[in-house]
Nanobody, 122 residues
Framework: QVQLLESGGGSVQAGGSLSLSCEISRVTYTSYSMGWFRQAPGKEREGVAL????????EYADSVKGRFTLSRVKANNTLRLRMNSLKPEDTAMYYCVVGLVFTWNAKSYIHWGEGTQVTVSA
């Protein structure tokens, strides 16, 4: 069973920075996609940043391009999401995900972490 251990998050004022980490273990797939989705109260889950396991190709949602950076530490298969210039609209529960398809469709992701809260105050 794939395990996703998230850490980071918290509260910050607008313009500040936060980092999220997700240690991914027990993955038996040969090729898979990883990344972060988020969900704000009353809204649907939306993709934030994705990366592929084999090539480290990354994609970002338009709303976070230029502000967020997704990286991967291969030694321990840990994803790191660095979030700069945070805005109040970035406030959400952030989820680490693993799936077999590189897609922005949340329903395609098989494994989800428990989530970590990010709150940005104006």
């Amino acid at each position: 069973q794939v395990q996703l251990l998230e850490s980071g998050g918290g509260s910050v004022q607008a313009g500040g920075s936060l980092s999220l980490s997700c240690e991914i273990s027990r993955v038996t797939y040969t090729s898979y996609s990883m990344g972060w989705f988020r969900q704000a109260p009353g809204k649907e889950r939306e993709g934030v940043a994705l990366i592929g396991s084999g090539h480290d190709y990354t994609e970002y949602a338009d709303s976070v391009k230029g502000r967020f950076t997704l990286s991967r530490v291969k030694a321990n298969n840990t994803l790191r999401l660095r979030m700069n210039s945070l805005k109040p609209e970035d406030t959400a529960m952030y989820y680490c995900v693993v799936g077999l398809v590189f897609t922005w469709n949340a329903k395609s992701y098989i494994h989800w972490g428990e989530g970590t809260q990010v709150t940005v105050s104006a």
